[in-house]
């Protein structure tokens, strides 16, 4: 089992930079890839970013790539979202998550097996 908790939501002006944490627990947590996903009202779960166990490759949906920056701690069983230049339409519940297995680096929510409980995140224009 991995236990995941987020934190660091908020609500922000536009324009403005929120940090979202997800602190592991459970397993080794640098032998899994991490990602993030948001959920806005009425909308599906949507992909936002991806880092491997070692942390050296990043993934970004092309709605945020460049203004979100997703990196870990290991030794803090730690992994962030740095989110710059919000839009309202960053408006969601973002989520950690872990995939089922060791090693695999993946971007599709129906891998991922271990979820937080989510931190909501409201940009005002």
């Known amino acids: 089992q ?6 660091g939501g908020g609500l922000v002006q536009a324009g403005g930079s929120l940090r979202l944490s997800c ?14 996903f948001r959920r806005a009202p009425g909308k599906e779960r949507e992909f936002v970013a ?11 949906s092309d709605s945020v790539k460049g203004r979100f920056t997703i990196s870990r701690d290991n030794a803090k069983n730690t992994v962030y ?22 090693h695999t680096f993946v971007t599709g929510a129906s891998m991922y097996h271990y979820w937080g409980q989510g931190t909501q995140v409201t940009v005002s224009p």
């Not at 602190?23 to 993030?36: E, H, I, P, V």
């Not at 880092?51 to 993934?59: D, H, P, R």
């Not at 989110?83 to 060791?102: I, N, R, W």
């Open 2 to 7: 991995v236990q995941l908790v987020e934190s």
């Open 50 to 60: 991806a880092i491997t166990w070692s942390g050296t490759s990043t993934y970004y």
């Open 81 to 102: 979202l740095q989110m710059s230049s919000l839009k309202p339409e960053d408006t969601a519940v973002y989520y950690c998550a872990a995939p089922g297995s060791e």
């Open 23 to 36: 602190a592991a627990s459970g397993r080794t947590f640098s032998d899994y890839t991490m990602g993030w």
